[in-house]
């Protein structure tokens, strides 16, 4: 039995011969059908050009139920293949088990529901990937006039007719964002246009029956556009040239340094590439500037005090200590190779400060110290001044000669990570060279207004760039292999002082992805 795919569109150029694509790699479709929903694009033509069969162009927009009615009175075929024209990374093989579940009888329609989308996890009938009966859609004019409440119609349909309704993940598959396609303030009036128009959709009344009250409608209509908006949130936000370069592969004549503000940041930013660089024989360091020694929630949990003591701040530092020495083990990184440079939590920037006394320590206002109190320290009593740190930071980079230095991204919105970004740099450049390359220079970000991007655990979507830092920055993109994305989350469970915290349990949790994430940087 053959399937006729109808794609509805409006005004998708840029993507619709990605999805022309995919369904050309489905044995069971034998026509493809495009309908260009009053667009003022190049529609019509990149879908000829992609391998179209039909172009049905629409003088006039009629919404999502229009173009796709319109598509079916074209089709030869029995059972439809209905999709979005803003999909990326369809894959023919899902595709398929959708399509099987209707051919085979094992369901009247089958749903296709995007495993990264929070959305759809949570109402899957607004999914657009469909396979249903033609006779089902052109029996049911009306199902015209419901524009972007087409599928919530259907839905409704289904249910009240008893129909069995098979579901399929789809993993990988993004929509492209409305405010990426039209442009920010054009972008959200199109999604609070479909989600009102989702609300509204009902079935025809019978003369004489009463409606739904304007006022329910009202509130319904703005309860759930908020939630809709506000869910950008939690979703994959897409950027324009998502393809990035790869970031090189670890060597055995590799010496990596990474020197991060906190333990647990270099787990975010490369506990992958850790463990690839181990595997292929290359060194790895890891430098902390700060014990984490700042945290009021956490020393306030494990001291079991509402106010915490100077003590207990200490203590959570050398709790911090123990986690990413377990942690890093895990990874392969012996203890040796771990440097705890023991300065004050969220007191880096004061120390990069050029108004601040060089001569005068500053003194934490958590641990009350002036000096790093930690017997396990790179240098134990360190005076708390900026000329101390740079020492520090020099002396390790002339001892170890690392040929890849990766610390935080100047951009990234805690200041600790801003300051160490600027030490690192400085203790780079002081280095004599005479001797051996200079290192090559990585950042990777950690906090920023627009990234993670879905907040959350995702670990089939991919760690994008920020769309705010897409420009300025050139951007490499290192894969991980499921086997070092699954330790990677085992040695994230290391970190338990951090995981009691439900933002940063959240936060930590959005760096488990395909991929990790690193920045181009002048030394």
């Known amino acids: 039995m053959g399937v006729s795919c109808i794609i509805a569109a409006y005004n998708e150029e840029r993507l619709i011969g990605q999805v022309i694509a995919a369904v050309r790699g489905v044995e069971e479709v034998t026509e493809i059908i495009v309908v260009s929903d009053g667009s003022t694009d190049r529609t019509a033509e990149v879908a000829v050009a992609s391998g179209a069969d039909v172009i049905v162009q629409l003088p006039k927009n009629l919404g999502k139920g229009g173009a796709i009615l319109a598509g079916a009175r074209r089709a030869s075929e029995r059972v439809l293949l209905l999709l979005d024209a803003?999909?990326?990374?369809?894959?023919?093989?899902?595709?398929e088990a959708l399509i099987r579940r209707v051919v085979d009888g094992d369901a009247h329609m089958a749903v296709g529901v995007l495993a990264g989308d929070l959305r759809q996890a949570v109402v899957p009938h607004l999914s657009g990937i469909r396979v249903v009966h033609r006779d089902c859609?052109?029996?049911r004019p009306h199902l015209a006039a419901t524009r972007f409440g087409f599928e919530r119609a259907l839905t409704k349909t289904a249910w009240r007719e008893r129909w069995k309704v098979a579901r399929v993940r789809f993993t990988g598959v993004n929509h492209h964002l409305k405010e990426e396609k039209y442009g920010f303030i054009q972008g959200w009036r199109g999604k609070v246009r479909?989600?009102?128009?989702?609300?509204?959709?009902?079935?025809?009344?019978?003369?004489?029956?009463?409606?739904?009250?304007?006022?329910?409608l009202a509130l319904t209509t703005l309860v759930v556009t908020l939630a809709y908006l506000g869910m950008g949130?939690?979703?994959?936000?897409?950027?324009r040239g998502s393809t990035l370069e790869p970031f090189p592969e670890p060597t055995p004549e590799d010496r990596y340094l990474i020197v991060a503000a906190h333990a647990d940041d270099e787990l975010l930013a490369?506990?992958?590439?850790?463990?690839?660089?181990?595997?292929?024989?290359?060194?790895?360091?890891?430098v902390f500037g700060t014990n984490g020694d700042g945290n009021r929630l956490a020393a306030a949990i494990t001291s079991r005090r509402p106010l915490p003591r100077p003590a207990d701040f200490i203590a959570e530092g050398m709790l911090r200590q123990r986690e990413a020495l377990q942690a890093l083990g895990r990874l392969g990184?012996?203890?040796?190779?771990?440097?705890?440079?023991?300065?004050?939590?969220?007191?880096?920037?004061?120390?990069?400060?050029?108004?601040?006394?060089?001569?005068?320590?500053?003194?934490?206002?958590?641990?009350k110290a002036s000096a790093s109190p930690y017997r396990m320290a790179f240098r134990p009593n360190a005076p708390y001044t900026g000329k101390d740190l740079l020492h520090d930071l020099g002396t390790i980079l002339t001892v170890i000669r690392p040929t890849v230095v990766l610390t935080h991204h100047p951009a990234d919105r805690h200041s600790d990570h801003q300051a160490l970004y600027q030490f690192v740099r400085q203790a780079i450049r002081a280095v004599d060279y005479r001797e051996h390359q200079p290192p090559r220079l990585y950042t990777y970000l950690v906090h920023a207004w627009d990234f993670p991007r879905?907040?959350?655990?995702a670990p089939e979507a991919p760690l994008l760039p920020p769309k705010s830092m897409w420009?300025?920055?050139?951007?490499?993109?290192?894969?991980?292999?499921?086997?070092?994305?699954?330790?990677?989350?085992t040695a994230m469970r290391d970190y338990r002082s951090q995981l009691d915290s439900p933002y940063l349990r959240l936060l930590m949790s959005s760096f488990i992805r395909q991929n990790e994430l690193f920045a181009v940087a002048e030394p």
């Open 86 to 95: 803003d999909l990326e990374n369809l894959k023919p093989c899902e595709l």
């Open 137 to 139: 859609l052109l029996c």
């Open 194 to 216: 479909m989600t009102v128009e989702v609300v509204r959709v009902r079935r025809p009344r019978r003369y004489g029956a009463r409606g739904p009250r304007s006022r329910v």
């Open 233 to 239: 949130l939690f979703t994959t936000s897409r950027v």
């Open 270 to 286: 490369a506990g992958g590439l850790i463990q690839r660089a181990h595997s292929v024989g290359a060194q790895v360091w890891v």
């Open 333 to 367: 990184v012996p203890p040796d190779h771990v440097f705890f440079l023991g300065y004050p939590d969220r007191g880096l920037w004061q120390l990069a400060s050029p108004r601040r006394d060089p001569t005068r320590p500053y003194v934490s206002p958590f641990t």
């Open 454 to 457: 879905p907040f959350r655990y």
């Open 471 to 489: 420009e300025s920055t050139r951007w490499l993109r290192f894969d991980l292999l499921p086997e070092e994305l699954e330790m990677k989350r």
